[in-house]
């Protein structure tokens, strides 16, 4: 609109008209500028403002709470006293899905091997679901099974609250590969929907701007 206004207001348009050129070639100039723009934007919002945004949303928890949480191909690492956890998925609501915490004596030497499907933070302390242990000993090794135990983390939920970024800013393939993961565990979450929709939508929404922009010039 600015940019075709400011041609109208010269009568730059009137010209190109008088000169025979067609409305339709001036709409073709339009989408192909119109098209660079919405490539860069969808660039920014697919590659760039997602990383950007967990990064700062971590780093700013971090700050806060005095603990590192590092995030790699095989999900988030942290260290917990003298344990090192890796969680595979964060979920809104400060739901934890497949974690693994690995813990160790003061001679660094592995003690305890703890797997569970599902961790929720109730009144002030995390309870694992579906555990399975593994007592590693000088002589032996042991497992059992738990349907249930708390776990006394000094894991701050904000912190990994951190991790679950805005679905709004997340990728379009990302919020695809969410969206799967919830449907697969019997998880409704809306936001996630609406947010997945919008990034397909949004190209499609601003080529049509673009053309109901050129009656008003």
Do not use: C
């Not at 988030?76 to 813990?103: C, K, T």
Request: proline share 4%; glycine share 6%.
């Amino acid at each position: 609109l600015l940019g075709l206004g400011t041609m109208a207001g010269h009568s730059e348009l009137t010209a190109m008209r008088a000169a025979g050129i067609s409305v339709r070639r001036i709409l073709a100039a339009i989408f192909k500028t119109g098209l660079v723009l919405m490539a860069v934007v969808v660039a920014l919002g697919e590659w760039v403002a997602p990383v950007v945004q967990e990064h700062a949303q971590i780093r700013r928890a971090e700050l806060q709470h005095g603990q590192v949480l590092l995030r790699s191909r095989y999900g988030f690492w942290a260290r917990d006293g003298q344990a090192f956890v890796n969680i595979r998925s964060i979920l809104p609501g400060s739901v934890l899905r497949d974690i693994h915490i690995y813990e160790f004596n003061d001679r660094r030497e592995l003690e305890l091997v703890t797997h569970a499907a599902e961790a929720t933070f109730v009144d002030d302390r995390w309870v694992l679901k579906d555990l399975r242990q593994t007592q590693v000993t000088p002589t032996a090794v042991a497992s059992r099974q738990l349907e249930e135990a708390s776990w006394d983390s000094l894991l701050n939920p904000s912190l990994l609250r951190a991790g679950v970024v805005d679905p709004g800013l997340l990728s379009a393939w990302t919020l695809h590969q969410y969206l799967q993961f919830m449907r697969e565990n019997g998880l409704d979450v809306p936001a996630y929907e609406v947010a997945f929709w919008a990034k397909v939508v949004a190209p499609l929404a601003t080529l049509v701007m673009l053309f109901l922009g050129v009656p008003f010039v």
